[in-house]
């Protein structure tokens, strides 16, 4: 089963919108609602750290195989 390369893949995406919505939450980029409102400044980073959570264990249990 392949699961470990599709956790590590969601991971990433996961991290990724948790660092963009950090940067619209502190008002880094621009064009959205989501700017300049602290409460994503706060959440983006909570769910950055839950996809690196997600990608690390991902690749752990592709090495572990």
Request: glycine share 14%; proline share 5%.
């Amino acid at each position: 089963m392949k699961r470990s390369p599709v956790l590590a893949v969601v991971g990433v995406l996961v991290a990724i919108v948790g660092v963009v919505w950090t940067l619209q939450g502190l008002g880094y980029l621009a064009g959205s609602p989501m700017t300049g409102v602290r409460a994503w400044a706060v959440i983006g980073p909570i769910v950055a750290i839950v996809g690196v959570v997600l990608l690390v264990s991902g690749l752990r249990r592709h090495r572990e195989r």
